[in-house]
Structure formats: structure tokens, C-alpha cells
């Protein structure tokens, strides 16, 4: 092996191993990361531009604006209060709402975004009823990732694969996706209800305090509100057409972005670029350089290759490899730079004759999103709620989450395995 | 504890401490003061903090905020900054 490929190994290895250490911002590493890889001449400075995937970064962007102006019109909280009181103020049935509502809008914006909208309002309903609420986080946090998983826009691996394989459209996804998440999603929260039910129990004087909850209140500024529904209608229309229409589905995101901010006037403008996860931008923009160095220096075909050796060239030995590895992978280390490692990776076995990739799509996707599950630092969705549930003193322990997250992200994995085994292999 | 001093003709406030947090009940009969306590809670829910205060809302139009142990200084800073109530004072009970 050449120089510059130890080089890149080298530069790989300890980025990778500092991101998973968690001893320095992972953003900072994996920029750190990425220029080592340039000033190393692995790459020139023109090659690693060529290598950021700006379809990837400007669909994150246009959603987190969307996202951020819509989450100010309390329509989030308007569903979570309207939800807690169609379940009558049970508590059980609460769950099953709340986890529902969490997986179908992580399905269409971002998981992060979701738990966030959601959780505060948790919080409240939790209270008003006096039981704890971390049945609910933890049933959130996991029907945030499953619900995730469904389309192309709703976890940054989906992102990042339907960026890289531009066949793999936006209703692809929903297609090959959407029917194992809803057979996922079903078991899980029938699971979860097993698990929790003892413990969400409230008097009837309880429940009626949810019932006289006045959820219209939560609505804060109905213009802005239709305004932003029409265009995250508008833009969800568009990823479904994005191919018809023969726009990127950065376009589709950036467009409906900047539409609303046309529409909602300047003053929102400075407040929607401040609430773009910048430090995730960054992240995703290192990791393409960093990935970008192992790809120009030929360690990808090689480790393709060793793959292909390893399962016999067996287009369902490989979906299977994909699928676990990727899950166990997720469920402790960032599936981000995982997936950013693995799609140069498919695309190389695509190369080197194997003809049919798309079970091998579809397996990343799902092992890494529902992967996630399996831990506390799974996925960034688990992070942002652990932390919140610990400021209002509910401490989750990495073995409390891991005894409930991993047994279900195994079953979900299993669900999956039957799932590509017997409609692509 | 705290008695709070505002116009008794325009709102009521009743304050209770819990285990986990201090939990104000507002009734509010005066429009200006509604407006002024929507827009407290505009600044603590798009503060970086999102569990401070939970706000929620009764059909009976009482206005529940469950204010965190460690933000309720900062709450009763912002019940003035807003023009809610106009003086505290310690009741010796």
C-alpha cells in the first residue's frame, strides 16, 4: 500500500477514534480531520471541495430553516396537547399517541428538530398528569429514529445514501422504507406499552385536568402558521416530484426555505440562519473531505473488495453484513461518518460487478437509522433527550436506556433482516 | 414565602412549590395583561433553555406555568420585567 494511503488510514483512524471518544467536539475533529487530509497532499484543496456533497448540506439547511420558523407557530405543541386529549388523559394511550406523532413527523423533518418540539410539551403533560416522564422520552427517542427512517429527509444517513444515488428518490424511499417502519413502529409501541403500563397510571381528577387543557391557545401567530404549512406542504410535494421535476432535492429544501422567509418578511431571516445547526454543517462537510482522502487514495476499493471476498460475492450474505454491522455500529458510534465511510464503499462493489445495490441501499438504511436505537449515544435524538430529561432531574442511565433501546432495535433489526430477505433477495 | 402584588382587577396569581418545580396559576381578566404574559412566554420558550417554564393553557383561560426550582428568581425578574405584579414581599406565616 502507498504512502499516502497509510497516510489517510492514519488521519481516518484517529479522527474516528477521537469522534467516538467524545473528548472533543466532534465537529472540530472531523474539520481537523478533513484539513489534515489536505495539508497532508493527500488531497488538493479542489478535490476535497469537489467531494462535499452539497446536496446533502443544502437539503439539512433549507429543512432546518423550515423547521425553525414553523416550530415558533405552536402547531407542534397544538398536536401534542390535541393528541393527549383525544387519548381521553390516559396515560397509556398518551404514550401510544405521542410516540405515533413523533415517528411521523421525524418522518418528515428531521429527528433532532422533532424531539425538541416535542419533549418540552412531554414535560408539561407529565406533570399535569403527576407521573414520570420517562416512559415517554424513551418511547419518543426510539419512535423518533424508526420514524426517521421512513424517507429520504427524515435521518441524515437517508440524507446522505439518497444524495449519493440519485435513483433512490424521495418516494423510493417511502416505498421500500415506509412499509417495515409501520410494521416496526406497530410492534414497538405495543412493546412499549407492555413495558410502561404499570407505571403510567393517574387519577381521574388527573386526566380531566389534560381534557381541560385548551390547545388553541398554543397556536401563537396564525398567519404565520399557514404560511409555513402551506410551504412544508409545498416542499413535501416537491421531494415527491423532485425527479419529475428534475430538481435536486436541495433545491426542493432551499426553495421552500427561502419562499417562507420571502413570505414571512425580514425579521425572521436573521433568527432562521441562527437556528441552523451550524456544528452539524461542519461535521458533515469534514467527514466528506476525511471520507473523500480514504477514496482518492484507493483504500475504499480495497476494503470493497475484502468484502466481496469475505461474503463470496452472495448478494444476500453482503445485505446481511450491511444490515448488522451497520446496526451494531449506529448503536455506538455516530452513524454519520459511518454511512459516509459505507456509501463510497457500495458504490466501489458496484464497480467491482455486483449488479444489483439496491438491497444493499436499503439494508444501510435501515441498520444505520434503527440502529441508533440500541444506545444513549446512539443518535443524536437520544443525546438532545437524555440531556433535556436530566435538566428537569430524571436521570436516564446509559444501562436503564440500554435495557430498554437495545432488545427493541434487535427486533426491529430482525423485522428488517426478514423484511430485505424477502422482498430483495 | 412570596406574596406577589399586582392589581387584583386585572389577574390573579396562585403559587404552589411541588417536588420537581413551583407551579403558577395565572387568571387574567385584563387584555393588556394577557398580551404581556404571552410575551413572557414567548422569551422563555424561545430562550436556549427549554426546560425552564412549561406553559400551558386551561379552557377555562387559567394559565399554568411550571417553573423549574433553580429559574424561579428568574421568573419572578421576568413577572416584573413585564409589568405582571409590582412588588414582592416575604409573608412571615
Known sequence: MENQALFAIGIFLVTYALIVSEKIHRTIVAMAGGILMVAFGILDQETAIHHIDLNTIGLLVGMMILVSITGQTGVFKYLAIKAAKQAGG??????????????????????????????????????QLKVSPIPYLISEIIASNVGGTATLIGDPPNIMI?????????????YNLAPVVGVIIVVTVALLVLI??????????RQQLIISLNENDELQDMRLLKKSLAVLALTIIGFGLHQVLHLESATVALS?????????????LEQALERVEWTTIFFFIGLF????????????????????????????????????????????????????????????????????????????ALGACLGGNGTVIGASANVIVIGLAAKEGYKISFVKYLLIGFPLMILSILISTAYVYLRYL | MVCYEYDKSELTILETKTESDYEFCFQIFDEQVLRRLKQLRAEVENNDDL?????????????????????RLEFILLLFKYGIINA????QE
Open chain 1, 289 to 364: 473531505v476525511l471520507v473523500a482522502g480514504l477514496m482518492e487514495t484507493g483504500v475504499i476499493s480495497k476494503l470493497a473488495a475484502e468484502a466481496i471476498d469475505l461474503t463470496g460475492g452472495d448478494l444476500s450474505a453482503m445485505a446481511m453484513l450491511i444490515l448488522w454491522m451497520s446496526s451494531i455500529a449506529s448503536a455506538f458510534v455516530d452513524n454519520i461518518p459511518f454511512v459516509a465511510t459505507m456509501i463510497p464503499m457500495i458504490k466501489e462493489m458496484g464497480a467491482l460487478g455486483i449488479t444489483n445495490l439496491e438491497p444493499l441501499w436499503w439494508s444501510l
Open chain 2, 51 to 71: 426546560t425552564d417554564v412549561h406553559f400551558v393553557t386551561k379552557l377555562d383561560h387559567q394559565y399554568l406555568a411550571g417553573v423549574r426550582h433553580n429559574f
Open chain 1, 90 to 127: 390516559h396515560p397509556v394511550k398518551i404514550l401510544v399517541y405521542l410516540s405515533v406523532i413523533t415517528a411521523l413527523l421525524s418522518a418528515l423533518l428531521d429527528n433532532v428538530t422533532t424531539v425538541m418540539l416535542i419533549v418540552p410539551v412531554t414535560f408539561s403533560i407529565a406533570r
Open chain 1, 196 to 205: 410502561y403500563r404499570k407505571q403510567l397510571v393517574a387519577d381521574q381528577e
Open chain 1, 256 to 268: 421552500g426555505a427561502f419562499l417562507l422567509l420571502l413570505l414571512t418578511g425580514e425579521r425572521y
Open chain 1, 162 to 174: 439518497g444524495s449519493a444515488v440519485p435513483e433512490l428518490t424521495f418516494m423510493e424511499f417511502i
Open chain 2, 88 to 91: 414582592i414581599s416575604r409573608n
